[in-house]
């Protein structure tokens, strides 16, 4: 199947997967229910489902299997843009091209949908009959907490305005966005029950992966491609904060993103199987304009 073919596929599934979630755990506020549906059903790459379900396809076990992770990586990515869009954080207005959740609503609710998402990621995840649950729930909170993207967050939030070296802003970035990108091939990983050898090879995979697209993420603002709607663009971003291209120049950072994305996908040529699907994302993931 072609790249575009499946990872439509993938998407839909999901996309149906935590639309019937949000039905399901609807609770006795409606204007919460529609405030997570207008935050979460409303577009987005849904590439870290996309890694658990390749992933997991790869290892054999079927994309039901898969659903439960692929929603809980989306509820916790979700949960993040809701909580970064927030004038306390990042301040943005739209997301998606879309108001973000507190323009649209406010930033209370914002605030109780970020938590809610989040909450509701550990639940998807809670499943009786997954012998690798509870390994998953870790997997996620190790991923999302002081280990991963919420350090991350706080580094990003004390780095404003410093000049950062490569290593301050590659540690940055593997917390930030790398540690949810990891974390969904490894989902993807424990729902096929892989052994620790493949979970470490996929982890090689997905380091190098996770940094290509930031790396990626860095020079599409800095291009200020006018699909990066509700960001800082262009020069603003390389002012305000420390950047790939910004250190490294547009070319350089094109030449690391190419580098880690051989990386990526050298590490698989270790593992027996087809592992064509994770190759396409991760090109994909330099070669994507949004
Ligand atoms: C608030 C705890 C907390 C964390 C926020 C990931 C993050 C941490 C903030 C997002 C800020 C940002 C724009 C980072 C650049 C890379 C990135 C994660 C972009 C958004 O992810 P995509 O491109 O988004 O996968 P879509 O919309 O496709 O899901």
Same mark, same amino acid.
């Given at each position: ?9 993938? $998407? ?97 609710? $914002? ?23 509870? $390994? ?145 994302? $991760? ?8």
């Amino acid at each position: 199947m072609q790249l575009e073919e499946l990872t439509r596929l993938y $998407a839909t599934r999901v996309n149906a997967a935590l639309d019937q979630l949000l039905t399901e755990t609807a609770g006795p506020s409606e204007l919460l229910k529609q405030a997570l549906d207008y935050s979460l059903l409303n577009g987005g790459k849904r590439l870290r489902p996309l890694l658990v379900y390749a992933t997991g396809q790869a290892l054999g076990v079927s994309l039901a299997e898969c659903d439960r992770p692929a929603m809980a990586v989306e509820l916790i990515h979700a949960y993040s843009l809701v909580h970064d869009d927030l004038p306390a954080m990042d301040d943005d207005d739209l997301r998606r091209g879309r108001p973000t959740c507190h323009k649209a609503f406010d930033e209370a609710t $914002a605030i109780l949908v970020g938590d809610a998402l989040q909450t509701l990621a550990f639940e998807a995840l809670a499943d009786e009959q997954q012998p690798s649950a509870l $390994a998953m729930v870790k997997t996620l909170a190790q991923a999302s907490g002081t280990q991963g993207m919420v350090a991350g967050q706080m580094l990003d939030l004390q780095g404003e305005g410093q000049q950062l070296s490569l290593e301050e802003l590659e540690r940055l970035h593997s917390h930030k966005t790398g540690a949810l990108i990891r974390a969904a091939v490894r989902l993807g990983g424990l729902a096929a029950g892989a052994n620790a050898v493949t979970l470490t090879t996929l982890d090689t995979y997905a380091k190098a992966l996770g940094l290509a697209f930031q790396v990626q993420d860095d020079l599409l603002d800095v291009k200020g491609d006018e699909t990066t709607l509700g960001k800082k663009t262009g020069s603003d971003a390389l002012l305000h904060k420390a950047t790939y291209p910004g250190l490294l120049g547009v070319e350089g950072a094109e030449q690391k993103a190419q580098e880690l994305v051989k990386q990526a996908c050298a590490s698989l040529n270790n593992l027996s199987g087809e592992w064509s699907s994770l190759v396409a994302l $991760a090109n994909w993931s330099i070669n994507r304009n949004f």
